[in-house]
C-alpha cells in the first residue's frame, strides 16, 4: 500500500499546458475600461512585462517553461500526491480518495507556481518593483518570496481585515523583504475614495487590486502582479495537473472526479485543466469546483462582463461575478473572498464542462479537523472547501455503493491559520448568509459594454 506518490527533478513538466486552443468557443474580448474597447497589449504595457501579455493570449497549447523558473521550483517540484487511506477508513468509503499537496512550496501554497515565473519576466523586463494585492496573505508571500529570489522590490496592499486575521502571513512577507500597506489606504486615489464613504471598510480584494494597480500604471519602474483570474496564471498553476496525471498513472488509476477550491480560479484551472484535456481522447473525467457560500461567484453569480477591481480600473472580463463592488463577508478563507473568477474556468462552467458547489465555512472545517485527525496535514482554509466536497463525494460514494476514485487538490497547509481553527474550535465561528440583497444590488452596476 503506497501511500505518498513521488516524482522525481526530472518529472517537474518542461512546458505548461494552455487551455485556450483547446475550449468549447473563442474567448470574449477583455475590454478596456476607459474606451469600453477591446484592450491592445498597449493599454496593457503600463502595468504587464510583454511576455506576460503574450502567455495571456497565446493559442499555442505548450508553452515551455524557462529553466531559471525550473530552476526554482525544483526545491519543491514535484509535489507529492498521497493516497488518503486513512481518511477513507474513518469514512469507510469505497472510494479511493488522492490529494494533491501544494503545501509543500516555501510560502505553504500553490501561488509560488506563479509568482516565480511572474517575477522572472518582469525581471528580464528590466522592472524594479511590483506592486500587488493580497487578500489572506498567501499570494503577497509568495510574490514576496519571488522577488527575494531575483531582487525586486515588492509593494503588497493587504486586505484590512486580513491584516488583523492574519498578522504572521504580514510577518513572512516582511521577512522576505516586502513592503506591506493596509488596505484601504492613504497611499493612492482609489483607496482614499473607499475610506471617504466608509472609514471602518474591512477591505476586498477588489478595493486592494485598485490600490495595486493604480501604484503600478503610476510609476514607470513598477509593473503590477495578479495572484490568480488571469490566463497567464492558470496556466503557470497547470504544473499541478500535468504532474499529478504521471501521479496518478504510477498508481495505476485515472480520477472518476477532480476537485478544487475555486477564488479566483488559478488552483481549480492548475489542477483540472490538464485533466479536461484527456476528454479529447475519450477520457470521462469530471470536474468540481468548490466555493464558499458567503461568496459563491460560480453557483449565484451572473456570466457577464464585469470590472476585475472596485474602483474600475483594472480591465473588464466577461466572466461570472458577484458585482465588482460587492465586498464579501469576513470568512476565515480569505483567499476565496474575489467577486469575479477567472475568464477560463467561467466560460467553461458556463459551457457545462465543468460543475460548482458552495459551503459554508463551519461544514469545511469540520472536513478539514477530520482530515487533519486522519492524514495529519492541517489543510489551509481554502483547501478545507475541496477536502469537504472530496469526503461528500466518498460518503455519497459508500451510499450508492459505488467505486469511485477522487483526487482533490489540498492547495496549502494551514499552520498560520490557527486563529480560524481556533474560533472553530471554541465554537465561535460565525457562518454567514447568503449577501443576496448586497449583491443583486453590486450586479445593478455592471458596465454596459457592447462588443
Ligand atoms: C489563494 C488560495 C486559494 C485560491 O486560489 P485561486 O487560484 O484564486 O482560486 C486556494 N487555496 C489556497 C491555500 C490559497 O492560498
Not at 261 to 289: E, M, W
Not at 319 to 342: C, K, N, Q, W
Request: proline content about 8%; some cysteine.
Amino acid at each position: 500500500m503506497q501511500t505518498k506518490i513521488l516524482l522525481d527533478e526530472s518529472h517537474i513538466p518542461k512546458a505548461w499546458y494552455n487551455i485556450i486552443p483547446d475550449l468549447p468557443g473563442p474567448l470574449a474580448p477583455v475590454i478596456n475600461p476607459r474606451t469600453l474597447q477591446p484592450v491592445t497589449p498597449d493599454d496593457l504595457l503600463p502595468i504587464f512585462p510583454m511576455a506576460l501579455i503574450e502567455q495571456e493570449v497565446s493559442t499555442q497549447r505548450w508553452i515551455p517553461i524557462p529553466d531559471e523558473v525550473r530552476d526554482i521550483y525544483r526545491s519543491w517540484r514535484p509535489s507529492p500526491l498521497f493516497r488518503a487511506y486513512r481518511l477513507e477508513q474513518a469514512l469507510g468509503t469505497p472510494a479511493k480518495i488522492y490529494y494533491k499537496y501544494e503545501g509543500v512550496s516555501p510560502a505553504g501554497s500553490h501561488k509560488p507556481n506563479s509568482a516565480i515565473p511572474q517575477a522572472w519576466y518582469n525581471k528580464q523586463a528590466g522592472i524594479r518593483r511590483l506592486a500587488t494585492e493580497t487578500g489572506a496573505g498567501q499570494w503577497g508571500s509568495s510574490l514576496a518570496l519571488a522577488c527575494s529570489l531575483f531582487g525586486l522590490e515588492c509593494t503588497v496592499y493587504m486586505v484590512k481585515v486580513s491584516c488583523t486575521q492574519k498578522p504572521y502571513r504580514r510577518s513572512m512577507m516582511q521577512l522576505w523583504g516586502a513592503e506591506v500597506i493596509p488596505s484601504p489606504s492613504e497611499f493612492t486615489n482609489a483607496g482614499r475614495t473607499i475610506l471617504a464613504h466608509d472609514p471602518e471598510s474591512p477591505g476586498s480584494l477588489g478595493i486592494a487590486i485598485s490600490e495595486a494597480v493604480e501604484d503600478a500604471a503610476s510609476h514607470p519602474d513598477t509593473n503590477y502582479a495578479l495572484g490568480s483570474v488571469l490566463n497567464h496564471v492558470c496556466l503557470h498553476q497547470t504544473v499541478i495537473g500535468l504532474e499529478a496525471k504521471e501521479q496518478m498513472a504510477i498508481a495505476g488509476t485515472y480520477p472518476d472526479v477532480v476537485i478544487a477550491c475555486c477564488g479566483g480560479g488559478s488552483n481549480f484551472a492548475g489542477l483540472a485543466f490538464p485533466f479536461i484535456a484527456d476528454r479529447a481522447t475519450g477520457k470521462q473525467v469530471r470536474c468540481l469546483a468548490v466555493e464558499p457560500a458567503s461568496c459563491p461567484t460560480l453557483t449565484k453569480g451572473v456570466y457577464a462582463f464585469d470590472y476585475g477591481d472596485t474602483a474600475q480600473m483594472a480591465p473588464i472580463a466577461m466572466m461570472y461575478t458577484l458585482g465588482h463592488d460587492f465586498v464579501p463577508p469576513g470568512i476565515h478563507a480569505g483567499g476565496l473572498r474575489y467577486h469575479g473568477e477567472s475568464p477560463l474556468v467561467s466560460q467553461l462552467y458556463h459551457a457545462g464542462a465543468i460543475e460548482a458547489k458552495a459551503y459554508k465555512q463551519t461544514a469545511c472545517f469540520e472536513g478539514a479537523l477530520l482530515f487533519a485527525r486522519s492524514e495529519g496535514i492541517v489543510p489551509a482554509p481554502e483547501s478545507s472547501h475541496a477536502v469537504r466536497a472530496a469526503i461528500d463525494e466518498a460518503v455519497l460514494a459508500k451510499e450508492e455503493g459505488k467505486e469511485k476514485t477522487i483526487l482533490f487538490g489540498l492547495s496549502g497547509h494551514g499552520q498560520l491559520d490557527m486563529g480560524a481553527y481556533d474560533a472553530y474550535l471554541s465554537g465561535g465561528l460565525e457562518d454567514y448568509e447568503y449577501p443576496e440583497a448586497l449583491i443583486r444590488a453590486s450586479l445593478e452596476r455592471l458596465p454596459q459594454v457592447n462588443v
